[in-house]
């Protein structure tokens, strides 16, 4: 199979689709924390915003850069809302079990 190539063009504006795993109802309610991962990827990658909706299963952002891989940027907002879900929340994933501290 091959690599899809130059869909990453500096200077593009691209329109993201994320969808939570299994289509779970988990952006009801955590809009705030979704935007939050959203505006800190924001700044950390020099992206733009230029619109966006959340739905209860899924997010669709319209983002641009003129310097920074859309892939760093969707990486950062995914793992940002991610990790910011589960704490507040106390959910704990098989992988996360080797960061856990034990007494």
Request: aromatic share 8%.
């Amino acid at each position: 199979m091959s690599k899809l190539r130059g869909y990453n063009q500096l200077g593009n504006t691209y329109s993201i689709t994320s969808v939570t795993h299994e289509r779970r109802d988990i952006l009801s309610g955590n809009e705030q924390l979704l935007m939050q991962a959203i505006s800190i990827a924001l700044q950390k990658h020099a992206f733009e915003l230029s619109g966006w909706v959340v739905l209860p299963e899924h997010v669709h952002l319209m983002v641009r850069s003129e310097t920074t891989d859309l892939s760093k940027f969707v990486k950062s907002f995914k793992q940002g809302f991610g990790l910011k879900h589960r704490h507040l929340h106390g959910v704990i994933l098989s992988c996360d079990q080797r960061y856990i501290n034990y007494p």
